[in-house]
């Protein structure tokens, strides 16, 4: 999503919820999320702008029905949960495109996932394969980023010519101009924090997420 795109679809989330008493809390679930949704909808064969539109109504939905959200591991996780929701908003817009579903409404969210699987490049099988690998790669995505907020820029430069441009650690140490020692400890230490964030994401995201919707308006509840 280009950016001019992302602050449009950000601004449109404001307004149609209102004011949010715990807004910065759903800033960073919008940040966290809206990447995967948004690839998960163009790779089931939406264009930009339809996929805009599933973000957009993914957290809309969310925002709406997570208070009633209660975790139980044995019912299924957030991330089941929102797949689910993602599926149907992906659905809605393969549906519009059908000239005489056109003035259909838009059907409940308990609606079957059989509806799905008769639209191309959005059956369930192969939607639940690309969310979890869109899924790691988010989460693995989201971590970095908190991660590089917290060291120092060159330390992060450094984690990410050894471990992403797999550049050896003398060349490391001459282009950064830091002893090979330096490269190993930095590269450990990094290595540490990204994995206490990924784990920190895998379980937070049922918790926190329940916690925070404390602050969506109730003409929304």
Same mark, same amino acid.
């Given at each position: 999503?280009?950016?001019?795109?992302?602050?449009?679809?950000?601004?449109?989330? !404001?307004?149609?919820?209102?004011?949010?008493?715990?807004?910065?809390?759903?800033?960073?679930?919008?940040?966290?999320?809206?990447?995967?949704?948004?690839?998960?909808?163009?790779?089931?064969?939406?264009?930009?702008?339809?996929?805009?539109?599933?973000?957009?109504?993914?957290?809309?939905?969310?925002?709406?029905?997570?208070?009633?959200?209660?975790?139980?591991?044995?019912?299924?996780?957030?991330?089941?949960?929102?797949?689910?929701?993602?599926?149907?908003?992906?659905?809605?817009?393969?549906?519009?495109?059908?000239?005489?579903?056109?003035?259909?409404?838009?059907?409940?969210?308990?609606?079957?996932?059989?509806?799905?699987?008769?639209?191309?490049?959005?059956?369930?099988?192969?939607?639940?394969?690309?969310?979890?690998?869109?899924?790691?790669?988010?989460?693995?995505?989201?971590?970095?980023?908190?991660?590089?907020?917290?060291?120092?820029?060159?330390?992060?430069?450094?984690?990410?010519?050894?471990?992403?441009?797999?550049?050896?650690?003398?060349?490391?140490?001459?282009?950064?101009? !830091?002893?090979?020692?330096?490269?190993?400890?930095?590269?450990?230490?990094?290595?540490?924090?990204?994995?206490?964030?990924?784990?920190?994401?895998?379980?937070? !995201?049922?918790?926190?997420?329940?916690?925070?919707?404390?602050?969506?308006?109730?003409?929304?509840?």
């Amino acid at each position: 999503m280009k950016i001019t795109g992302l602050l449009a679809t950000r601004r449109s989330l !404001v307004d149609r919820l209102g004011h949010w008493e715990d807004q910065a809390h759903w800033q960073e679930f919008f940040e966290t999320y809206w990447k995967l949704i948004y690839s998960v909808a163009r790779k089931s064969g939406l264009n930009e702008a339809e996929a805009q539109d599933v973000v957009q109504e993914t957290v809309i939905t969310v925002a709406k029905k997570i208070h009633k959200l209660r975790y139980d591991p044995a019912i299924g996780s957030f991330k089941g949960w929102l797949l689910n929701i993602t599926r149907w908003r992906i659905a809605d817009q393969f549906r519009e495109r059908v000239p005489s579903q056109n003035q259909m409404a838009r059907s409940s969210d308990d609606r079957s996932t059989a509806t799905i699987e008769r639209i191309a490049d959005s059956n369930a099988e192969n939607l639940n394969q690309l969310w979890e690998q869109e899924w790691q790669q988010n989460l693995l995505a989201t971590a970095m980023t908190r991660v590089k907020k917290k060291v120092a820029p060159k330390h992060f430069q450094i984690f990410d010519c050894s471990v992403f441009k797999e550049w050896p650690a003398q060349k490391i140490a001459a282009a950064l101009g !830091v002893s090979v020692g330096q490269v190993y400890l930095v590269r450990h230490r990094v290595a540490a924090l990204l994995k206490k964030e990924v784990k920190k994401l895998q379980k937070e !995201v049922i918790p926190s997420e329940a916690k925070r919707c404390r602050g969506i308006p109730p003409k929304l509840r």
